[in-house]
């Protein structure tokens, strides 16, 4: 992908077929499903988080800003641990998240549900041969914002099967959202800084101006209930929320764009 480049139009955009593809190719830089959830269904979602976070349930990532999270991330383990590490955080991170869903409903079932009801293509779970499923649908308490990064499996993580995915997005479903702040800004500026042989991936979190400069940028917003989907090649950061706020709840994964046009998820 070339260093400069500009997206068609600036809006949201509601999820089509056509939508999404731009959004994969990087012609528009976000989609919002409005009313994915119910209010009532997002307090219950929220309950269900918050029984999780009393019950220990919850884990906090090795970043700072500190965001805590119930499932597990791909992408922490991605050097520095055996691949056998992330297939046991695996195993917990379904028992743990089944906890979660056990007490209310399953996101993950319907956002997949809703992708193949507008795309038309097959959607499932990623998964590594001989190895099985990854985790998808990881549920996160971010109310004190996100550093900027980038989430792209090929560049990220070219030693597992989801590498070959050729475009890879970002979704959130947020059941619940500070008034103010906790603001998402992407960058556009694919990520394309390539591994050297024989090297770990180069570190695509903490990423600073340099990497953003003369990029155009666009910002949204989290509204409960709503879902929004952006290219996660793209640097993005989240803003704090305001001390005393509600919380910025959310649960969501990747989704990467195989070349047959079938679509994988992870987290
Ligand atoms: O919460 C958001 O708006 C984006 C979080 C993020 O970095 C991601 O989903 O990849
Ligand atoms: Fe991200």
Sequence with gaps: MDQRVTWQQHEERSLTAETLRALFDNEIP??????????AECADFAAAIRWGIAQDIM??????????????????????????DYFIAVKQAWADWHKIIARTWNPLERFMQTLRDESGQDVRIADEPGRGDLFAGIIRLAS???????????????????????GQ????????????????????????????AGKDPPMSY?????????AEAFTYAPVAGDVVLFNSRNPHEVSPGR???HDR??????????PAGDMVLWS
């Design 59 to 84: 884990r906090y990532y090795s970043v700072k800003p500190r965001v805590g999270y119930i499932g597990t991330a791909q992408v922490e383990y991605r050097w520095g641990h055996k691949r056998d």
């Design 206 to 214: 903490g990423l600073d101006d340099n990497h953003v400069a003369g």
């Design 169 to 196: 997005l970002g979704w959130n479903l947020f059941v619940d959202a500070p008034g103010e702040g906790g603001v998402t800004t992407v960058h556009n500026r694919p990520w394309n800084v390539q591994p050297e």
């Design 30 to 39: 976000a989609i919002r499903i409005k009313g994915f959830a119910t209010p």
């Design 144 to 166: 004190n914002g996100v550093g900027r990064h980038v989430d792209y499996a090929p560049l990220n993580t070219p030693d597992y099967a989801i590498a070959s995915v050729n």
């Design 243 to 245: 001390a005393g706020d």
């Design 249 to 258: 709840l959310q649960i969501g994964s990747f989704v990467g764009r195989l």
